[in-house]
């Protein structure tokens, strides 16, 4: 950030991602909605440039300053979807966090029937840094596949490949041995990670998938970590593999000291709608499926 830029202040956009709002598009999103007032005005662009969050409201609720940039590794299970709200009801990641988490934002997604690593965090500016191609980190999954291999192809997309006016870079395949026909698994790193992409290309190859998951990204693994669970990434770690974002902002990420678990439920805005039928919540120390658990990080996140 150039000295002037520091002395008239960041965008709004950018400043209310690192809030935890949403992401940079989705608070340029709620812009142009209108849900965004500075003092009671609305906000006309997203180029906006504030000094402070003082008197700004998202859907007239106060947003509060930008905390501690902070990085969770969650193991994301199949037959959940990465959104805040499904019209059709389905379960969400989102809903499965603990409740002693924040409001927290995905690095780029992973489809319903997809599992593994999914990382989330508090920081709306860091989840898009996190997700430019141009840091070249690695996606890497494990697939199990079945069908025949069309050979020219699974070449070709090793090399970079064109489907349905599509481009993809080029990634890396590696087979744990060549088999026709039966179920077989490989290992396959992405730069990207566009829509279904580790899908489209294997099925230019010949070859349908039948199980992936996502073991790491960029420097982050999913190692042991058991599915459905999360944990955080140490700051040191996060400081030390993402210095290039830390490095653009005014201010410096301090260790997060955790907070005792508030009992009150306050009031917020971008609430879940309950589900019908919804069971009593099971109060085991593992994951909560509480169906209206991120209306309350929404709340406590704004309090």
């Given at each position: 950030?150039?000295?002037?830029?520091?002395?008239?202040?960041?965008?709004?956009?950018?400043?209310?991602a690192?809030?935890?709002?949403?992401?940079?598009?989705?608070?340029?999103?709620?812009?142009d909605?209108?849900?965004?007032k500075?003092?009671?005005?609305?906000?006309?662009?997203?180029?906006?440039?504030?000094?402070?969050?003082?008197?700004?409201?998202?859907?007239?609720?106060?947003?509060?300053a930008?905390?501690?940039?902070?990085?969770?590794?969650?193991?994301?299970p199949?037959?959940?979807?990465?959104?805040?709200?499904?019209?059709?009801?389905?379960?969400?990641?989102?809903?499965?966090?603990?409740?002693?988490m924040?409001?927290?934002?995905?690095?780029g997604?992973?489809?319903?029937?997809?599992?593994?690593?999914?990382?989330?965090?508090?920081?709306?500016?860091?989840?898009?840094?996190?997700?430019?191609?141009?840091?070249?980190?690695?996606?890497?999954?494990?697939v199990?596949?079945?069908?025949?291999?069309?050979?020219?192809?699974?070449?070709?997309?090793?090399?970079?490949?064109?489907?349905?006016?599509?481009?993809y870079?080029?990634?890396?395949?590696?087979?744990?041995?060549?088999?026709?026909?039966?179920?077989?698994w490989?290992?396959?790193?992405i730069k990207?990670?566009?829509?279904?992409?580790?899908?489209?290309?294997?099925?230019?190859a010949?070859?349908?998938?039948?199980?992936?998951?996502?073991?790491?990204?960029?420097?982050?693994?999913?190692?042991?970590?058991?599915?459905?669970s999360?944990?955080?990434?140490?700051?040191?770690?996060l400081?030390?593999?993402?210095?290039?974002?830390?490095?653009?902002?005014?201010?410096?990420?301090?260790?997060?000291v955790?907070?005792?678990?508030?009992?009150?439920?306050?009031?917020?805005w971008?609430?879940?709608?309950?589900?019908?039928?919804?069971?009593?919540?099971?109060k085991?120390?593992?994951?909560?499926?509480?169906?209206?658990?991120?209306a309350?990080?929404?709340?406590?996140?704004?309090?």
């Amino acid at each position: 950030m150039s000295e002037l830029n520091k002395n008239n202040g960041e965008r709004i956009a950018k400043v209310l991602a690192r809030s935890g709002v949403g992401s940079r598009r989705a608070v340029e999103r709620m812009i142009d909605a209108g849900m965004v007032k500075i003092d009671g005005k609305t906000v006309q662009s997203p180029a906006t440039l504030i000094k402070s969050v003082q008197g700004i409201t998202v859907d007239d609720q106060k947003v509060n300053a930008p905390e501690a940039a902070r990085l969770w590794i969650y193991h994301k299970p199949t037959g959940r979807l990465t959104t805040y709200y499904d019209p059709g009801g389905r379960p969400t990641i989102f809903e499965a966090l603990p409740d002693n988490m924040p409001r927290v934002i995905s690095i780029g997604r992973l489809d319903l029937n997809t599992e593994g690593l999914l990382l989330l965090t508090n920081d709306g500016g860091l989840a898009r840094w996190l997700e430019l191609p141009s840091t070249g980190w690695i996606r890497s999954y494990r697939v199990r596949v079945n069908g025949r291999f069309h050979h020219k192809r699974l070449e070709e997309i090793t090399k970079g490949v064109t489907i349905d006016g599509t481009n993809y870079r080029s990634v890396e395949v590696e087979l744990d041995e060549r088999k026709e026909g039966v179920n077989q698994w490989l290992t396959i790193r992405i730069k990207e990670g566009k829509n279904r992409e580790v899908r489209k290309l294997l099925e230019y190859a010949g070859l349908t998938v039948t199980r992936l998951l996502r073991t790491s990204y960029g420097p982050f693994e999913l190692k042991t970590l058991q599915r459905g669970s999360v944990e955080e990434v140490a700051v040191s770690l996060l400081k030390q593999n993402c210095d290039g974002y830390f490095q653009t902002l005014s201010t410096e990420v301090n260790e997060y000291v955790t907070p005792e678990k508030s009992k009150s439920k306050g009031t917020g805005w971008a609430k879940t709608k309950p589900k019908k039928n919804a069971k009593p919540k099971n109060k085991h120390h593992s994951l909560t499926k509480d169906k209206n658990t991120n209306a309350r990080k929404f709340r406590s996140r704004l309090k």
